[in-house]
Nanobody, 120 residues
């Protein structure tokens, strides 16, 4: 079992930045990959960025060059494994609930989400 808690969302003006954090606890060493997804009102949840246990990353085309996923590698051997999403040059269409996801073998775990609203 893995528990995920997101933080860092909020209201930001277009062009602004935010840093989202995800704290993973529980069976941390069983995590194969961590990811951020988002879901805008009336739309399906979509993958934003993913980072594997080896550090490889991939991004949705819509966020490439603006979003950066990273991790605190050392924290994987503590009680909380931290993964971050730096989001820059925010646009109104980035408004969504952002969810942290952990993949552990055949299992998926989700956080409760953090709201990001981009508006002037």
């Amino acid at each position: 079992q893995v528990q995920l808690v997101e933080s860092g969302g909020g209201l930001v003006q277009p062009g602004g930045s935010l840093r989202l954090s995800c704290a993973a606890s529980g069976s941390i060493l069983s995590i194969n990959a961590m990811a951020w997804y988002r879901q805008a009102p009336g739309k399906e949840r979509e993958l934003v960025a993913r980072i594997t246990s080896g550090g490889s990353t991939n991004y949705a085309d819509s966020v490439k060059g603006r979003f950066i996923i990273s991790r605190d590698s050392a924290s994987r051997f503590t009680i909380k494994y931290m993964v971050f999403l730096q989001i820059n040059s925010l646009k109104p269409e980035d408004t969504a609930v952002y969810y942290c996801n952990a993949v552990c073998g055949p299992s998926d775990y989700w956080g409760q989400g953090t709201q990001v609203t981009v508006s002037s």
